[in-house]
């Protein structure tokens, strides 16, 4: 397990944009590491994850609103939401593991269980 942190989140006006950060006490050159929003009064989703081999994957909802990229020299992993709209409005948490969250790719089956370190999760409060 890595320890992660976010930051980045805060209220924000619908349209705007924000970069989220998830800091890794450690290489993160091959994690898959990814986003989750946590919603009020709706599950836990993934929005955009990246595999160990550095490949992007978003939900198909998310294209073109979201941007995974990691900063391989800081150890960072970072999220860029264009466009915010209210219904961006959760805590996202960062998570890591060694192994690909998912057997198939975001959006096409389950989220592997036991992922390895999850973060306390940054707010976004997206107000129209």
């Known amino acids: 397990d890595v320890p992660l942190v976010e930051s980045g989140g805060g209220s924000v006006q619908s349209g705007g944009n924000v970069t989220l950060s998830c800091a890794a006490s450690g290489l993160i050159s091959l994690l898959c590491m990814g986003w989750f929003r946590q919603s009020p009064g709706k599950e836990r989703e993934a929005v955009a994850t990246m595999t160990g081999s550095g490949i992007p994957q978003y939900d198909d909802s998310a294209k073109g609103h979201f941007s995974i990229f990691k900063d391989y020299t800081k150890n960072i992993l970072y999220l860029r939401i264009n466009s915010l709209k209210p219904e961006d409005t959760g805590m996202y948490h960062c998570?890591?593991?060694?192994?690909?969250?998912?057997?198939?790719?975001?959006?096409?089956?389950?989220?592997?269980?036991?992922?390895?370190?999850w973060g306390q999760g940054t707010q976004v409060t997206v107000s129209s």
């Open positions: 998570a890591a593991d060694v192994d690909d969250f998912y057997r198939y790719g975001l959006g096409a089956g389950p989220l592997r269980p036991g992922i390895g370190s």
